[in-house]
C-alpha cells in the first residue's frame, strides 16, 4: 500500500512506520519518539501533485465538462464539562479523499478514506462513469495558487494545552453558577478542529489550506418555582485562541445564565398576527431561512424555488438591503477559498429591495450561465458541494433600536432565535424564540414563554418596515443535507403583521 | 480487512498501555445514493468507509478517540490520544463497560442481495417514481426522485470480553411533486424505507401519496385564531414524540432537566395513550442485537395507559441512578460516545379508523405538517408551524397554512381523546392518526 501521506518528517515516519510493523501493532518506538512524530496535528496534509493530476486524468476519462479531487484532514477536540465534571473528551483523527465529475447537468461522486494511489484513482474511476454525453474536456496543467487569507491566528491551536482549554470551560462554568441560585446546572461544551483542504480541478486550480475552528456552547439550566428554562450562549470563530480575548466565556456564561433566569418568569405567549421586533445579532436567522436558502442557485436552476424568475425585480422594501459575505475575518461563516476554489468576497443579494444576485456553486453557475459566488461548500470529504451560504445578513439602516420599539404599539420584541427553517419551493418558513417579551404601548414588557413565528418568504420582506443602525452577528450551524458553519447577522429590525404561534388568545 | 482483529489488537493495545477499560466500536460500510429529475439522471454518490471510535477507562476517567485510518501508526495515536484525554477529566465512578455477553435476537436487519440489484433497476426505480408523480393532473414539476441505500457492519469489542457484531442494509426511494396554479406553488414528498428491497412499496403508491400532498393543499384558506380540535397526521408524530424521547432521557432526568423527571409511575397522557421502546422489532429500521456499547435490546413499555413506566438508559446513567441499563445506549456512529436514544419508539394503535376521527370531529385541523422543535423537553412547552386540512362538522372542508398550534405537553398529551388504529412500524418513529381535543391554533 503507497502511502500519500509522507508528513513532515518522511524519515523518520519511515523508520517508524518499519518499526511498528515489525510489532504488529504493538508500539515498538519509546513513547518520546512517538511523541515527536506523531504530535504533528499542524503538519500539512501532503498528495502529491502528479496523483491529484493523474485522479483529475482518470476522472474525465469517459468525458465531462468539469473534475476535481477534494482531499481533507481534519483533527478535533471536544471537552464536556457538566454538572461540575469534566466528563468526557472526544478527539477525532479524520481525512480522505472526494473526487466529482459534472458532465452536463449531472454530478458523478465517490469518496475514500485511504488516501492511497489505488483508492483515490478507484473513486476517480466511479465517479467517471457518470459521464455518457461525449464531450471531452483536458484538464489543465495544475499550478499551485496563493490567495489573500481572511483568517488571522494569533494562538494556533496545535500548540496550545488541553489545560488551557480547560480553563476556558472552568472559567464559563463559574460564572454561570455564580450568576443567580436558580442556576442549577451548567454544561460547557469546547470543541475546536483544524481541517487541511487540498482542492485540485480540471480548470488548473490547486490551493491548500488550514483552516481553524472554534465552536463554544454554554448552557445553563434555571429553576424556579414550577418551571425550569434552559439557555444558551454560542460562540465561533475560525481563529486561534485568542477568540477567547475579544469574547470572553465569562460574559457568553452570563448571557446564557441570564436568559434562563428571565425566562423563569415568562407568561403565555400571545397568538396571532402582530407586530414584531427582532433584536440585532442572531436574529439574522430570519432572513438566513426565510431569504438565504430560497436564493441558492441549486433552486433556481432547477427551476423549482420561490425566487426563480425574479432576478432584477423588486421583491423586498426599499430598506432592505442583504448581503451573504464569506470573508469578513474570522467569521464562522468564513474561508480563503470556497471547497471548490472559488475566492470568497462580498455578494449583496439583495440592494435596496431589488433581487441582484443569487449565490452559486460551480454547477449552478455553469447552468445559470452566472458568475461563480464562493457558495460552494461541503461539510466533509464524504459530500460534494452544493450552494451554502456563509455569513448572511441585513445590511444597517438608519433607525435607532429604542425608536424602533417606541414606535410600536403593540407585539412581540424577540430578543434571540432558537433557529428555524423553510421550504425553499414554498418559502414558508417557521422560526422559535427563545427569548421574547411583549411590547405594550411602545414599551418591552413581560417575558413569554418561546413562540414560534411563521410566514412566507415573499410575503415577509415586504412586510419589514424599520431597519436599525446595529447591525450584529452570531453564529450557528445551518443544515441542508449536510451541515455548513455559518453566520447570521442583522440590526434590530421590525416586520409588520407575522403570525405568531402564542397559547393566550387576544382579547 | 478483518475488523474483528483490528478491534481485538486494540484492546489488547490499550491495556499494554495502562487503560483499565478499553472498547473498540468499529463501524464500516457502504453507499449508495442517486438522484433523478425530469428522467435524467442528477447524481450517483458511491463509497465505502469506515472508522474506528475508542473509549478507554484509566482510573475512573473516559477518554475517546475516533480515526478513519487503520494503519498501524495511525491506531497507536489514536490509543495514546485516548489514554492522554482520559488522564485530564475528572474521576466518576459510573464509568464502566458493559460485560452481558447475550445478543437478542432480531431478524430481518439485513438483506443480502442487496448489493447485487443492478444499478440500472434502482435508476429505474427513481425514474419510475417521479414520472408516475408528474403523470397526476395538476402535477406541474417534479422536485426530483432519490434512491439510496447503504449496508453496514457494527464490530464492538471490550476489554470485559464482549466480541459482537452484526450487519445491517436499509434502501430508500422518494419523490417531490410540486402542484401549481397561478401564483400558487405547493409541494408533496413521499418516500418509503424499508431493510429489504424486496418490501420496498410499489412506486405508484410512493408517487400518488406525494402527488395528494401537493395537491390537496391547494387553494388554502385563512382561519381565524381560535381553540379547536387537532388531529395528528402519523407523519406529524415526531412532534409529540421528540420531546418526550428528549425528556425519559435517564441523564437529562439525573440534570433536573426534563419535564418528566418527577413523573416515574405518574399519570402523564390519556389513558388510551401506550408508549413502545422496541429494539427486536423484526426488520425495524431501528432494531438492533444489541445498542451503541454492546447492551443486549429489548422491548418495553415506557409508557401504559397513560402511566409513566421507565426512563431510557445507557450504562453510565443507569450506574449513576442505581438501575440496569435498558440498552439504550446510542451513536451517532463511530466518532460519537455512546449517548442515550430510542430504538423503534412508537405510540401502540387505538381502535378508530383515521376517518371516524375526522368524522367525529365538529370543528379542528387535521395536521399534515409541523415545523419547529416539538415539545421543549425541559418545560414541556410546545408552539410549532402547522398546515393541514380545515374539518368542519365532520368533514374536510378546506387546506389551511401558514397556521401555529400551541400548547403544554401536559395539555396535549392528556387532551388525547381518539386514537387511529393506523400504525406503520416501518417508520422507526411513529403513531397512529390522534386527535388532540382542543388545542390553542394561531391564524388571522
Not at chain 1, 421574547?436 to 418596515?465: M, N, Q
Not at chain 2, 478517540?65 to 485516548?82: C, G, I, K, M, Q
Not at chain 2, 395538476?138 to 453496514?152: D, F, P, V
Request: charged share 25%.
Amino acid at each position: 500500500m503507497k502511502d500519500v501521506f509522507p508528513g513532515l518528517q518522511p524519515i523518520n515516519r519511515r523508520k517508524f512506520l518499519s518499526l511498528g510493523l515489525q510489532g504488529g501493532l504493538a508500539l515498538a518506538a519509546t513513547p518520546v519518539l512517538v511523541r515527536s512524530l506523531l504530535a504533528g496535528e499542524g503538519q500539512k496534509l501532503q498528495v502529491p501533485d502528479e496523483l491529484l493530476k493523474k485522479a483529475l486524468a482518470a476522472a474525465l476519462k469517459r468525458g465531462g465538462d468539469f473534475a476535481d479531487v477534494y482531499v481533507e484532514n481534519r483533527v478535533s477536540r471536544s471537552l464536556l464539562l457538566e454538572e461540575g465534571r469534566f466528563k468526557s473528551a472526544v478527539f477525532g483523527l479524520i481525512r480522505g479523499a472526494g473526487v466529482r465529475v459534472i458532465d452536463g447537468d449531472k454530478t458523478g461522486y465517490a469518496y475514500t478514506d485511504e488516501l492511497t494511489e489505488e483508492k483515490i484513482l478507484r473513486a476517480a474511476e466511479v465517479a467517471s462513469f457518470i459521464a455518457t454525453s461525449g464531450k471531452k474536456t483536458q484538464p489543465l496543467a495544475l499550478k499551485e495558487q496563493k490567495r489573500p487569507s481572511y483568517i488571522r491566528v494569533k494562538i494556533p491551536l496545535q500548540e496550545v494545552a488541553d489545560a488551557r482549554r480547560m480553563e476556558i470551560m472552568k472559567r464559563a462554568h463559574e460564572a454561570a453558577l455564580g450568576y443567580d441560585q436558580r442556576i442549577k446546572m451548567a454544561s460547557i461544551d469546547y470543541y475546536d478542529e483544524i481541517r487541511d483542504r487540498i482542492i485540485a480541478t480540471s480548470e488548473g486550480v490547486l490551493l491548500r489550506s488550514s483552516l481553524p475552528l472554534i465552536f463554544f456552547i454554554v448552557q445553563t439550566l434555571a429553576v424556579g418555582n414550577n418551571t425550569s428554562h434552559m439557555g444558551r450562549e454560542r460562540l465561533s470563530r475560525h481563529a486561534g485562541l485568542e477568540m477567547f480575548d475579544e469574547l470572553p466565556p465569562e460574559k457568553a456564561a452570563r448571557e446564557a445564565a441570564r436568559e434562563s433566569v428571565v425566562m423563569l418568569e415568562a407568561r403565555e405567549a400571545p397568538a396571532g398576527k402582530m407586530d414584531v421586533v427582532i433584536q440585532n445579532g442572531w436574529g439574522g436567522v430570519l432572513v438566513h431561512e426565510a431569504v438565504g436558502h430560497p436564493l441558492e442557485a441549486d433552486n433556481i436552476s432547477r427551476e423549482t424555488g420561490a425566487f426563480v424568475g425574479k432576478l432584477g425585480q423588486k421583491v423586498a422594501a426599499d430598506i432592505f438591503t442583504m448581503v451573504d459575505d464569506g470573508s469578513l475575518p474570522n467569521f464562522r461563516g468564513t474561508t480563503d477559498f470556497d471547497d471548490e476554489g472559488t475566492q470568497m468576497k462580498k455578494n449583496v443579494l439583495i440592494e435596496n429591495g431589488v433581487l441582484v444576485k443569487y449565490m452559486t456553486d460551480v454547477l449552478s453557475a455553469k447552468q445559470l450561465k452566472m458568475e461563480r459566488t464562493g457558495n460552494g461548500r461541503r461539510e466533509s470529504f464524504r459530500y460534494y458541494p452544493i450552494p451554502r451560504m456563509t455569513n448572511t445578513y441585513i445590511e444597517k439602516g438608519k433607525d435607532k433600536p429604542e425608536d424602533i420599539v417606541a414606535s410600536t404599539k403593540s407585539g412581540l420584541y424577540v430578543q434571540s432565535l432558537s433557529g428555524g427553517s423553510v421550504n425553499p419551493t414554498t418559502g414558508v418558513f417557521n422560526f422559535t424564540c427563545r427569548e421574547a417579551y411583549l411590547i405594550e404601548d411602545g414599551k418591552k414588557t413581560v417575558p413569554v414563554r418561546g413562540a414560534t413565528l411563521i410566514g412566507s418568504c415573499l410575503d415577509i420582506i415586504t412586510k419589514i418596515d424599520a431597519v436599525g443602525n446595529d447591525l450584529d452577528f452570531g453564529p450557528g450551524i445551518c443544515g441542508k443535507g449536510q451541515s455548513a458553519e455559518v453566520t447570521a447577522g442583522q440590526p434590530t429590525v421590525r416586520i409588520r403583521g407575522i403570525t405568531v404561534g402564542g397559547t393566550r388568545q387576544r382579547g | 480487512m478483518d475488523y474483528r482483529a483490528i478491534a481485538e489488537q486494540v484492546i489488547k493495545i490499550c491495556k499494554q498501555k495502562g487503560a483499565d477499560q478499553a472498547e473498540a466500536y468499529l463501524a464500516s460500510g457502504r453507499e449508495l445514493s442517486l438522484e433523478v429529475r425530469n428522467g435524467k439522471i442528477e447524481s450517483i454518490q458511491e463509497a465505502s468507509s469506515y472508522g474506528l471510535g475508542l473509549r478507554v477507562i484509566s482510573g475512573h476517567k473516559l477518554g475517546f478517540a475516533y480515526v478513519n485510518d487503520f494503519r498501524p501508526e495511525s491506531l497507536e495515536e489514536t490509543v495514546r490520544r485516548a489514554l492522554d484525554f482520559a488522564r485530564i477529566l475528572t474521576a466518576d465512578e459510573n464509568n464502566v463497560l458493559p460485560d452481558d455477553p447475550a445478543m437478542t435476537e432480531v431478524r430481518g436487519l439485513y438483506d443480502p442481495g442487496l448489493s447485487q440489484i443492478p444499478l440500472d433497476r434502482k435508476i429505474a426505480l427513481a425514474r419510475e417514481v417521479e414520472s408516475l408523480a408528474l403523470k397526476v393532473k395538476g402535477i406541474t414539476r417534479s422536485e426530483g426522485a432519490r434512491y439510496g441505500e447503504s449496508e453496514s457492519e457494527i464490530v464492538l469489542a471490550n476489554s470485559l470480553g464482549l466480541v459482537k457484531s452484526y450487519k445491517s442494509s436499509g434502501c430508500g426511494f422518494g419523490v417531490g411533486a410540486i402542484a401549481e396554479k397561478g401564483e400558487q406553488k405547493s409541494s408533496g414528498y413521499e418516500s418509503c424505507q424499508r431493510r429489504f428491497f424486496a418490501d420496498l412499496k410499489p412506486p405508484a403508491e410512493v408517487a400518488k401519496r406525494a402527488a395528494d400532498l401537493a395537491l390537496e393543499m391547494l387553494d388554502p384558506r385563512p382561519v381565524k385564531t381560535q381553540r379547536a380540535a387537532v388531529i395528528l397526521d402519523p407523519d406529524v408524530a415526531f412532534a409529540i414524540l421528540g420531546g418526550i424521547i428528549q425528556a425519559i432521557n435517564g441523564e437529562r432526568v439525573l440534570q433536573g432537566a426534563s419535564f418528566l423527571g418527577k413523573k416515574l409511575g405518574q399519570k402523564i397522557a390519556s389513558e388510551l395513550i401506550t408508549i413502545i421502546d422496541d429494539g427486536t422489532l423484526e426488520k425495524g429500521l431501528a432494531s438492533a442485537p444489541f445498542d451503541g456499547e454492546g447492551v443486549p435490546t429489548q422491548k418495553r413499555p415506557v409508557v401504559e395507559n397513560g402511566i409513566l413506566k421507565g426512563f431510557l438508559y445507557n450504562t453510565y446513567a443507569a450506574r449513576r441512578a442505581g438501575v440496569k441499563s435498558t440498552g439504550n445506549a446510542s451513536r451517532g456512529g463511530f466518532d460519537s460516545l455512546p449517548g442515550i436514544g430510542p430504538h423503534n419508539f412508537y405510540i401502540a394503535a387505538g381502535k378508530m379508523k383515521p376517518e371516524e376521527i375526522i368524522a367525529a370531529t365538529d370543528r379542528g385541523v387535521l395536521v399534515k405538517e409541523v415545523t419547529g422543535y416539538g415539545i421543549n423537553p425541559v418545560n414541556g412547552n410546545f408552539s410549532g408551524g402547522a398546515a393541514g386540512l380545515w374539518i368542519e362538522n365532520g368533514k374536510i372542508a378546506f387546506p389551511v397554512k401558514g397556521i401555529t398550534i400551541a400548547g403544554t405537553a401536559e395539555e396535549m398529551l392528556n387532551g388525547i381523546d381518539m386514537l387511529g388504529n393506523d400504525l406503520d412500524l416501518n417508520r422507526s418513529r411513529t403513531a397512529p392518526t390522534l386527535r388532540i381535543k382542543s388545542l390553542q391554533i394561531g391564524g388571522e
